[in-house]
């Protein structure tokens, strides 16, 4: 069965360096997102992309992020200088379609655990 | 903005006991599509099981199955004959269909713990 793939399983970075977190979503899947999940909290949305743009993003997706599809199979989180309060586990996820049916559905890749010190 | 609550943060049942987990949430959306997400200690997300707001019928995945409750913005999970595997994080999470994005919203998350 096909499966959202993340790496690394987990990242331990330095407060104030850059990260990427990497994902190779379903093939066939046009939308993509990220979330994260603060250890002990709810997940929270992070941002949608779709045709190589941004469709939607939170406040918490701020200047610090971007995201890229750098080529056909990889989606990428990147965070420029990393805070303490980013520590956190990073979800992405993808979906065919938006919409109706079956094909909205957003499976996740089991996750990235970042550990800022 | 939409909310999504669970109210039991963590719930426990015998094993092939049924158990039933809670979720309400707040949208003035008619049309939008609600889910249940299983999170194991391996932390994946996993899709439990589906509901389009606009169906009356109840989904039902084996022995997963909801009561959905349109008018009173309910939407809970009940698990038959309640397996060890079962144990995990559940959480709610609501997807508008509209034009307000296709992001989820989830809860806070249940715990649930099988007793064998």
């Known amino acids: 069965e096909p499966e959202v793939t993340q790496t690394p399983s987990h990242q331990v970075t330095q407060m104030g360096q850059e990260v990427i977190l990497r994902c190779v979503p379903i093939s066939n899947h046009l939308y993509f997102y990220w979330y994260r999940q603060i250890l002990g909290q709810k997940v929270e949305f992070l941002v949608s992309?779709?045709?190589?743009?941004?469709?939607?993003k939170s406040e918490i997706f701020d200047d610090q992020f971007s995201v890229e599809r750098p080529d056909g199979s990889n989606f990428t989180l990147k965070i420029r200088s990393t805070k303490l309060e980013d520590s956190a586990m990073y979800f992405c996820?993808?979906?065919?379609?938006?919409?109706?049916?079956?094909?909205?559905?957003?499976?996740f890749g089991a996750g990235t655990r970042l550990s800022v010190l | 903005a939409q909310t999504v609550t669970q109210s039991q943060p963590e719930m426990s049942v015998q094993e092939a006991e049924t158990v039933t987990l809670s979720c309400t949430y707040d949208t003035s959306e008619s049309d939008y599509y609600l889910f249940w997400y299983k999170q194991p200690p391996s932390r994946q997300m996993i899709l439990v099981i589906r509901q389009e707001a606009y169906k009356q019928q109840n989904a039902t995945e084996n022995r997963f199955s909801v009561n959905f409750q349109k008018a009173a913005k309910s939407f809970s999970l009940k698990i038959s004959d309640s397996q060890l595997g079962d144990a995990a994080m559940y959480f709610c999470a609501y997807r508008s269909s509209g034009s307000s994005g296709d992001k989820l919203t989830f809860g806070t998350g249940t715990r649930l713990a099988v007793r064998p």
């Open positions: 996820a993808s979906s065919e379609a938006r919409g109706g049916g079956l094909k909205n559905i957003q499976y």
């Open positions: 992309f779709y045709n190589n743009e941004i469709s939607e």
